[in-house]
């Protein structure tokens, strides 16, 4: 891919590296957050975290859409796919997220009929191939996966498909900014803003950040030479004193976001009152449902599902680490209990999580060296 | 659907993928696109039209957000 191997130049990363440490106030504890589980992971792969000086901490946020499904929506998910006749569909990492009674692969080895699809698109495609069943779209996912289930649901209406519902669980990236940002157990110098959310809602919505907060956001690709030069952007705002919303990844983020997405969105989905996120709790008006023009996709109208509220494993710390509270090392189960072929808590399932990715690439030192 | 080298989460679809479009059906709003590693998959375009054969896409879940310029892909 072109301009990609320039995006990961060892010799442009160490040059970005020696600026950051010359732009960070010797002294000041800078702790930034990248809000996007792509983040997360690229940092990990890379080292990026090596890069930079001891006070210059990296915190790792809440956005990766599998770590924020609470406990209860993958119980209903598994009580909707032991229901006869359903075939019930979802990304591959849900199917090992674990419910209170186990996950969806168990529910698929007792004999529900659980696939894996890589779209919505692939789910209303078995749909239309099986008439006889009626299919259930798992939906997960921030600003960046609601398009494709909207755009879905609208090709399912145009195409007269009724045997076709999706179980709604799309959340949307702000609210839990603003609770972390309000959150007092947290404080924090500045934000990597999500890029591919951006890509659909834009950088204008971040702007609150700067504005309400008082802290620098930088809109940011996934590179590591990008998240490099994110960190000296919003390190160099820290120093001159400014504070304000900049879109490094300028290549691919157009500042307004795409607008059809937004009218798609609008179209298909409405805010619910409250949702509840894996361990930060109930979030106002941070979750979609479905539309009341589009109710009749709507799984959970469609299906008897459970909805009861389930409290997190006591022994899992995934709040903590999705609030950056602590780092996923930190957490008592971390490697021990807790290991992505038997994971207790989402952040140790998907590849975006701060466990996983932490687990997969061996970066637990306690320390690093002062430079 | 991914390529080998992708640095981001495989599985759970809140992943951006270049694809490069290879034909367009424009009547569906749909394009059969192949990814860095050559695999094949068509891709919602709804968002992004027009787009041509030669086009790279940033594709989530199966659906285009938005097309990479020249220098981006």
């Known amino acids: 891919m072109r301009f990609v191997d320039e995006f990961r130049d060892a010799a442009l990363g160490q040059a970005l590296a020696s600026e950051i440490r010359a732009a960070v106030e010797p002294g000041r504890h800078v702790k930034l957050m990248e809000v996007c589980g792509g983040h997360t992971h690229s940092i990990y792969k890379y080292g990026i975290d090596d890069l930079l000086p001891a006070n210059v901490e990296l915190v790792h946020g809440p956005g990766c ?87 879905t649901l609208k090709r399912a209406r145009a195409e007269g498909v009724t045997n076709f519902s999706c179980f709604c669980n799309h959340v949307t990236i702000v609210p839990p900014l603003r609770a972390l940002l309000d959150s007092p157990d947290l404080r924090l110098d500045g934000f990597i803003g999500p890029g591919h959310v951006s890509t659909v809602v834009g950088a204008r919505p971040l702007e609150f950040i700067p504005a309400d907060y008082g802290k620098p956001v930088v809109v940011s690709g996934f590179e590591p030479v990008d998240i490099l030069q994110s960190v000296l952007m919003i390190l160099t705002q820290l120093r001159d004193g400014r504070c304000e919303v900049e879109n490094q990844y300028g290549r691919v983020v157009p500042y307004e976001g795409n607008l059809r997405a937004l009218e798609v969105l609008a179209e298909v989905f409405a805010l619910r009152p409250h949702f509840e996120w894996r361990g930060l709790g109930f979030i106002s008006q941070s979750g979609l449902r479905l ?81 | 659907m991914n390529a080998p080298d992708s640095c981001h989460c495989i599985t759970c679809g809140d992943d951006g993928v270049p694809m490069r479009v290879l034909r367009v059906d424009a009547d569906r709003l749909l394009a059969l696109c192949e990814d860095e590693a050559g695999e094949r998959s068509s891709v919602e375009v709804a968002l992004v039209t027009p787009v041509a054969a030669g086009d790279t896409l940033l594709v989530h879940a199966g659906t285009a957000l938005t097309t990479l310029s020249g220098d981006a892909a």
């Not at chain 1, 609470?70 to 009580?79: E, K, N, Y």
């Not at chain 1, 490697?335 to 590849?351: K, L, N, Q, Y």
């Not at chain 1, 466990?355 to 030192?365: D, E, L, Q, T």
Request: glycine share 8%; net charge negative.
């Open chain 1, 65 to 151: 859409p599998v770590c924020v499904i609470p406990m209860g929506r993958v119980d209903d998910a598994i009580a909707m796919a032991h229901e006869d006749g359903v075939i019930f569909t979802c990304f591959g990492d849900m199917m090992r997220v674990p419910g209170s009674h186990g996950t969806l692969q168990e529910a698929k080895a007792a004999g529900a009929d659980v696939r894996m699809v890589y779209s919505p698109l692939d789910a209303l495609r078995i749909a239309k191939r099986e008439p006889e069943h009626e299919v259930v779209f798992f939906a997960i996912g921030f600003e960046t996966t609601a398009p494709s289930t909207a755009l």
């Open chain 1, 291 to 371: 539309s009341d023009d589009y109710a009749e996709f709507d799984a959970e109208l469609r299906h008897e599902v459970p909805a009861v509220r389930v409290a997190d494993p006591k022994a899992c710390q995934c709040g903590e680490v999705l609030k950056g509270v602590i780092k996923p090392w930190e957490c008592k189960v971390f490697g021990t209990a807790c290991t992505p072929e038997r994971p207790i808590g989402t952040c140790m399932v998907s590849s975006e999580g701060a466990c996983a990715a932490y687990y997969n690439y061996g970066r637990f030192a306690r320390e690093r060296e002062l430079v």
